[in-house]
């Protein structure tokens, strides 16, 4: 009988967690409309750096994730929504990403915001 009640107390809390978290995200373009890249092609993230090779600015792209306090959210889980956004831009890659943590009562907040580049050559 404990061990029954130890399953649900434990899918009880799986649900908890799991269910309280949100996510959004966005892209605005800066200038012409470009069209939308595959799901399959890569997008290149330039964190700390920027390319070597010609681009230009094409979207300004925002991720925001909100989650229960128990689990928490990093550059790791932004990732893939932040590739999707500059994916849907038409941009080959990502530059100039800032973030910005925060928690309110039980909940913890990561904002993303970054600009998405087409390469010129």
């Known amino acids: 009988m404990k061990r029954i009640i130890f399953y649900i107390n434990l ?17 605005v373009l800066l200038n012409e409309r470009h069209t939308a890249l595959a799901e399959d092609v890569e997008i290149e993230v330039f964190k700390d750096s920027l390319p070597e090779r010609p681009f ?3 979207s300004r792209l925002d991720v925001h994730l909100e989650k229960s306090h128990f689990v928490s959210s990093d550059f790791d ?14 941009a080959d890659g990502i530059i100039e990403v800032k973030e910005r943590s ?14 998405g580049i087409r390469f010129k050559d």
């Open 56 to 58: 230009e600015r094409i």
């Open 77 to 90: 889980n932004a990732l893939p929504l932040l590739k999707k956004e500059a994916r849907m831009s038409g």
């Open 11 to 27: 899918f009880v809390l799986s649900v908890i967690l799991t269910s309280c978290s949100t996510s959004q995200s966005r892209y």
């Open 102 to 115: 925060s928690s309110v009562l039980e909940t913890k907040v990561y904002h993303v915001t970054a600009i």
